[in-house]
């Protein structure tokens, strides 16, 4: 008793200067009552749990890395949530305390003003271990196979009133203005975006935007406006896009290049989707330049980590777009013989280029060019493979079963190949792969490993794209049917963008690694994911 | 005198059917509906046999083939108008069989037995005279008109027996029997439909307006986005130009891709045709091509061939029901079907 007075007065005092220095979390009262029955608590198991202690001890830290290992990023590594740990983690360190404060109080008078320190910060570590041990209690524990939680990209949740509430937020925090959506949405897309081509995004921005950089907001445009499409064109100019605003970006006072660049680029990538949703070729090239300027390390200065970064973009844009269509072109090339009639379908910039190849390389063929309404992107590619003197042929796509018996090839550009083997293209590509096998033509699919997807997909409502629904009218013998589509209440346009396509449609998936079939799409992805 | 008026009056009637016809099936495609050229040819037909000089059967069957030959080499691809003529010819040969007094099944049909037996085929020159002929066959003829007449009320009442509500249909293009098969079942049910617009004439838009107007859901698609969507169809109602013998279909462009999507998702294709578009043709037809405006530009559409099929043929493997002014089949019984509404001599004009 002797003892517990002799080390009360000392403990109180302790307690005054602690509280004064803490002073945060917890009242003065609180904190003291709080550290008055831990005292008191240590003092009657101090020899007892000396022992224990150190074992438990042995365990907290074997439990802690399991725990931190399994926990995802987000919670504070060192936060123990088993039951076992609270208990551990304020015996072991509170044993030390009193076990430094018996010499403490026995050389009291000899103390220095540094070892006080020294042992109210102890104090104060156990004092907030044994709070956070005390708040973690409710919380569950964590599994070893704890599930990914993926969380659904706002895209898709149009009819989610919870969601758009966020992005609007979101949205307003970043200044950038909110697209609303346009027209009369068939029910089976309510979930979707559906915007018009002619209220695009930059009308409601203010001139100049001190906000986004002005090469984001002509991107922006662009993609909008339909100026620059196809995934590979996308891609390529989004990168370019970055690279003029790493080049003019400057390091604000007291901010690590890593860290702000990031939150800089954030509402650049909110302001181009709301444009036009990312393509999955975009979202992995984003993902690959934040993770770029991420490893850039914080003692690297200014100049040279600007230097690596617009390296790395362009030897991204050389090895995985440039390279890989060179090496496609080459294995595509062996499977196109004399006297062959391949089709092809819309503007894929892959195709072309295999083609072209081939072209150079003296083989004897014809191309017959399927497109469709409303976007009519065969046009394009016709005028490409004309003006290198290829024989064409042009027809809709709603004619492909006419034609189709003279054709031996078709060759298919894909905007993004799924997990699940599936693949992602333009909306008709998987009609031509049924006519196709219906046929028994092969069908191949050029597709570079950039544009592989984490996503898995078995039908195109889930995920997909509407465009701008007044595309679909026309005029024909002078009289324009759907001109006042929006007066009738019971008529709604579906103009969409992608659809996706079994894969036993498929005979072939030519790529920069080689040929695979369709279902070796998650072992690649898999293969990448470990050399990275 | 009235002969020689008649004549000419006759002759005139013939060529303004004949450019009529020349007119509406060029370039921009059939501007009336089938019926009504079934409808016009027939009567045609009646003024032929009322006003032409004939003294047998024989004589009207020869002077009918022949406008026939000439009606239809105007516009091949309007099959109505050669299948109008086949009927009118079987039903002179059924009338003149009544008026010998033979019964008419028994003299049609060629029969094995009937070959061995007697030894050869019966000779049947159909050189006798007689009086109620022009009277019978002209009342057989307007049997034959008001039976055209009511061929679309009659499968619009069938409408349904084959929608049930929340139902989403799937059609293409411009059918006039579909759509009043659709609207007379949306008087009663409510359902979904989904056009295939049918590019490039897009007569899908027309149909689109006009079923709307009556108040059905309709959602216009795109011809490319066909297989997307096909996946939340239940049903594909589609009209035709032509059925063949083999119980195949001529039908607009893009029926064909339309029916393989329904296939590979085992959705029922029912086809709305009345009983006038089945034609003894059988097989692929030579499709025809027709003029179209795209925006290639100038330069390169020289060194561009461009393909614009009018018609698709469907086997008749990728069809599930056939739905007539007589009922609903099965493509494996329009072959029985063809038997009795034409005589296998009258194939050939």
């Known amino acids: 008793m002797a003892d517990s007075g002799v080390t009360d007065e000392p403990g109180t005092k302790d307690d005054v200067h602690r509280a004064k220095t803490e002073g945060k979390e917890l009242s003065k009262e609180e904190k003291q009552r709080l550290r008055k029955e831990k005292k008191q608590q240590k003092k009657n198991k101090e020899k007892k749990d000396e022992k224990a202690s150190h074992e438990s001890e042995k365990k907290k830290n074997k439990e802690e890395k399991p725990v931190s290992a399994a926990a995802p990023a987000s919670q504070p590594p060192t936060q123990p949530s088993t039951q076992k740990a609270p208990s551990a983690v304020p015996a072991p360190a509170p044993v030390p305390v009193p076990v430094s404060e018996t010499p403490a109080l026995a050389d009291k008078p000899a103390k220095t003003k540094a070892d006080l320190k020294a042992e109210r910060r102890a104090r104060q570590e156990a004092e907030r271990a044994s709070k956070q041990a005390a708040t973690s209690k409710p919380k569950a524990p964590p599994n070893e196979l704890q599930p990914v939680v993926k969380r659904l990209p706002e895209h898709v949740q149009v009819d989610n009133p919870g969601v758009l509430k966020k992005l609007a937020k979101k949205l307003e925090r970043q200044q950038i203005p909110l697209r609303l959506d346009y027209g009369y949405k068939v029910s089976l897309f309510s979930h979707l975006h559906q915007y018009s081509r002619k209220a695009p995004l930059t009308q409601q921005l203010s001139i100049p935007s001190t906000v986004i950089h002005p090469a984001i907001v002509r991107l922006g445009l662009q993609y909008s406006q339909g100026i620059v499409a196809g995934s590979n064109a996308r891609s390529v100019a989004l990168l370019h896009a970055f690279k003029q605003v790493i080049r003019d970006y400057t390091t604000p006072p007291n901010e690590e290049l890593s860290r702000d660049l990031v939150n800089k680029l954030k509402p650049y990538i909110s302001f181009l989707s709301q444009c036009r949703p990312l393509s999955a070729s975009m979202g992995n090239a984003i993902k690959y330049i934040k993770k770029e300027i991420s490893n850039i390390p914080s003692q690297c200065k200014e100049e040279e980590a600007k230097r690596k970064l617009l390296s790395c973009i362009d030897c991204y844009i050389d090895e995985k777009i440039i390279l890989a269509a060179k090496a496609i072109a080459k294995s595509s090339i062996e499977k196109i013989s004399n006297g062959d009639v391949i089709l092809v379908y819309g503007c894929s910039s892959l195709v072309n280029h295999i083609l072209c190849e081939a072209f150079e390389k003296n083989i004897k063929f014809r191309v017959i060019v399927v497109d469709s309404r409303p976007r009519l992107e065969g046009r394009e590619a016709l005028r490409r493979l004309v003006q290198r003197g290829i024989s064409c042929t042009y027809v809709l796509i709603s004619a492909v079963s006419y034609i189709l018996p003279e054709v031996s090839k078709v060759f298919l550009g894909a905007h993004a190949l799924l997990a699940n083997g599936y693949v992602m293209s333009r909306v008709g590509t998987s009609q031509i792969a049924l006519v196709a096998k219906a046929f028994n033509v092969p069908v191949l699919v050029c597709c570079e490993t950039y544009k592989f997807c984490e996503r898995v997909q078995t039908d195109s409502f889930v995920s997909n794209e509407l465009d701008d629904p007044d ?36 005979d072939l998936v030519i790529t920069d690694l080689g040929m695979i079939p369709c279902t070796s799409v998650p072992v690649v992805l898999r293969v990448k994911n470990v050399d990275q | 005198m009235p002969g020689p008026d008649k004549e000419t009056d006759l002759t005139e009637r013939i060529e303004a059917f004949l450019s009529d016809l020349k007119r509406g099936g060029s370039g921009t495609g059939p501007l ?92 049947e020159n159909f050189r006798q005279h007689f009086a109620t002929l022009k009277a019978n066959v002209i009342e057989a003829i307007n049997e034959l008109l008001t039976e055209l007449e009511g061929t679309t009320d009659n499968i619009a009442m069938q409408a349904l027996e084959h929608i049930h509500s929340n139902e989403v249909i799937m059609t293409i293009g411009r059918s006039r029997t579909v759509e009043a098969f659709l609207k007379d079942a949306a008087r009663k049910r409510k359902f979904h439909v989904i056009v295939a617009e049918c590019a490039p004439f897009c007569q899908g838009h027309e149909m689109a307006t006009s079923l709307s107007k009556a108040g059905i859901e309709t959602t216009v698609i795109a011809d490319a986005a066909i297989f997307a969507v096909m996946s939340r169809v239940n049903k594909v109602i589609i009209g035709t130009q032509t059925v063949l013998a083999n119980g195949g279909l001529r039908a607009v462009n893009g029926t064909h891709t339309l029916a393989l999507a329904a296939k590979h998702h085992s959705t029922p294709l029912i086809v709305c045709a009345p009983m006038f578009k089945l034609s003894p043709q059988v097989g692929r037809l030579s499709s025809l091509n027709s003029q179209f405006t795209i925006c290639i530009s100038g330069e390169i559409l020289s060194k561009v061939n461009v393909h614009c099929p009018v018609f698709d043929y469907v086997p008749p493997e990728l069809i599930t029901l056939f739905i007539s002014n007589i009922g609903g089949h099965a493509p494996s019984y329009i072959y029985r079907l063809m038997s009795e509404l034409y005589h296998p001599e009258d194939h050939e004009l």
């Open chain 1, 471 to 506: 595309d679909l009218i026309v005029t024909r013998k002078g009289k324009t049917q759907l001109e006042h589509w929006q007066d009738v209440p019971s008529l709604g346009l579906l103009n969409l963008v992608y659809d996706v396509t079994p894969p036993d449609f498929v």
């Open chain 2, 32 to 123: 009336r509906g089938s019926a009504e050229t079934a409808r016009e040819t027939t009567a045609l037909l009646r003024r032929i046999t009322a006003q032409a000089r004939w003294s047998s059967a024989g004589d009207l069957m020869e002077i009918i083939r022949k406008e026939g030959r000439r009606i239809t080499a105007a516009q091949p691809s309007e099959t109505t108008v050669g299948n109008m003529i086949r009927r009118v010819l079987k039903i002179v040969r059924e009338e003149y069989a009544r008026s010998r007094g033979s019964s008419e099944e028994t003299d049609q049909q060629e029969s094995l037995h009937k070959l061995l037996t007697s030894g050869g085929l019966s000779e």
